[in-house]
Nanobody, 120 residues
Framework: QVQLVESGGGLVQAGGSLRLSCAAS????????MGWYRQTPGKQRELVAT???????NYADSVKGRFTISRDNAKNTVYLQMNSLKPEDTAVYYC??????????????WGQGTQVTVSS
């Protein structure tokens, strides 16, 4: 089994910064694409940023220039540095990871979510 454990959420004023972390542990043969999504009540979960095992990144237009996704492959950990936060960034943030548990078997796992609240 594989677990994704997130940390780093909290309450911050508009214009502030937070750094989210998500560590994968368990039966990991290799980690592939990893990413962050967010969800607010009554809305669908939306993509924030993704990063491949080769460090190619992709961002939602709403966070470009403010958020940076990175990863440490040795630690199977993905990070999300969030700067210039806005009240509309308030959401539960979820990480995911495509984990190969054995050759030929790749499964997408999700973290439990961490709340980010930005006050105006």
């Amino acid at each position: 089994q594989v677990q994704l454990v997130e940390s780093g959420g909290g309450l911050v004023q508009a214009g502030g910064s937070l750094r989210l972390s998500c560590a994968a542990s368990g039966s990991i043969f290799s980690s592939n694409a990893m990413g962050w999504y967010r969800q607010t009540p009554g809305k669908q979960r939306e993509l924030v940023a993704t990063i491949t095992s080769g460090a190619s990144t992709n961002y939602a237009d709403s966070v470009k220039g403010r958020f940076t996704i990175s990863r440490d492959n040795a630690k199977n950990t993905v990070y999300l540095q969030m700067n210039s936060l806005k009240p509309e960034d308030t959401a539960v943030y979820y990480c995911n990871a495509d984990i190969t548990t054995s050759p030929g078997i790749t499964i997408r796992y999700w973290g439990q979510g961490t709340q980010v609240t930005v006050s105006s």
